[in-house]
């Protein structure tokens, strides 16, 4: 059971990622995050690096971290890198 959700916004392109790197640190230190993408409407390929790094922080502080409610775009440019693997995507 995840114990926090973290609603992503509505952009995630490279004007908006930077800014939201360290979004997720408190919640990780809580627990195991959820990462909520309904109100996604725009995403780049900074958004993938993004999940990435999410992941990547989510692991070194021993957390498990899943993403539900990925639009279908997003899903695609994870798919375009070949990282699926990588991430925890929840339909």
Not at 7 to 26: K, M, R
């Amino acid at each position: 059971m995840m114990s926090a959700i973290y609603h992503a916004p509505a952009l995630l392109n490279s004007e908006h990622c930077g800014q939201l790197l360290g979004a997720i640190d408190d919640l990780l230190r809580q627990g195991d995050v959820e990462i909520d993408f309904s109100a996604l409407t725009s995403a780049d390929s900074s958004a993938v690096a993004l999940l990435l790094e999410w992941q990547r922080r989510a692991q070194a502080a021993k957390r498990g971290l899943r993403f539900a409610a990925m639009p279908s775009t997003l899903q695609q440019l994870i798919s375009v890198y070949g990282v699926q693997e990588f991430l925890q995507i929840k339909n």
